[in-house]
């Protein structure tokens, strides 16, 4: 079955910590690749995406994340996070335009300051 | 940028009755949209693609009967929780896809908190 896997539960953090949160997926051929961030009480917004092209993709706030194709991979990660990046992580796949996305379990991010 | 709105945010129902939430697209249009649903701490899953002017695809274990979807314009995605129970307490969450990008973003609403007492 097709499915997106997220190590990582929770993840408690200090402020200006690395940060590195596992994907993975099981989906075959081509995918696109999102990640989405959940701050408490908002809806989903989207961090990054990957298509194709660079591997390494850059979003907002900072954040990037690296598709390793060989390891149907896709981690999240900031050098350097801050007190407000305390949210819920989500990893997203989907096959194609049009088609849904298949998310994670999710990674509940905090940051202690 | 683009916007997808929810409507209730909130809203609370007495078991058996029949609860409708709406999702539009307000600036720009969209063929497909999705519905998802998310439990407390959980992932959102996917319940039912809805496309404009067709019929929705339903999710296996999710009763088409009970969670009624209607696509009928392209901003506007309508989901019908027929003789809702406690059980269908959750938080409803819709997307929408611009047709015109290539990029294949969706973009979310901010859900809907549904409490059938």
């Known amino acids: 079955a097709q499915s997106v896997s997220q190590h990582n539960h929770h993840v408690i953090l200090s402020e200006a910590a690395s940060l590195e949160l596992g994907c993975n997926y099981s989906?075959?051929?081509?995918?696109?690749l999102f990640w989405y961030v959940q701050y408490p009480g908002q809806h989903l917004q989207l961090l990054l995406k990957?298509?194709?092209?660079?591997?390494l993709v850059k979003g907002i706030k900072g954040f990037e994340a690296e598709f390793i194709k060989s390891k149907f991979s896709f981690n999240l990660r900031k050098p350097s996070v801050q007190w407000s990046d305390t949210a819920e992580y989500f990893c997203a796949v989907n096959k194609g335009a049009g088609t849904a996305l298949i998310f994670g379990k999710g990674t509940t991010l905090s940051v202690s300051s | 940028g683009a916007v997808v709105s929810q409507h209730p945010s909130r809203v609370i129902c007495k078991s058996g009755t029949s609860v409708k939430i709406e999702c539009r697209s307000l600036d720009f249009q969209a063929t497909t949209m999705f519905w998802y649903r998310q439990f407390p701490k959980q992932s959102l899953m996917l319940m039912a693609t809805?496309?404009?002017?067709?019929?929705?695809?339903?999710e296996q274990g999710v009763e088409k009967d009970k969670f009624l979807i209607n696509h009928a314009s392209l901003t506007l995605s309508t989901l019908t929780v027929t003789s809702a129970h406690p059980e269908d307490s959750s938080f409803y969450i819709c997307?929408?896809?611009?047709?015109?990008?290539?990029?294949?973003?969706?973009?979310f609403g901010p859900g809907t908190r549904l409490t059938v007492l």
């Open positions: 809805s496309n404009e002017g067709s019929k929705a695809t339903y």
């Open positions: 990957y298509f194709s092209g660079d591997p």
């Open positions: 989906y075959g051929g081509t995918v696109n």
């Open positions: 997307s929408a896809r611009d047709h015109t990008d290539f990029y294949n973003e969706q973009f």
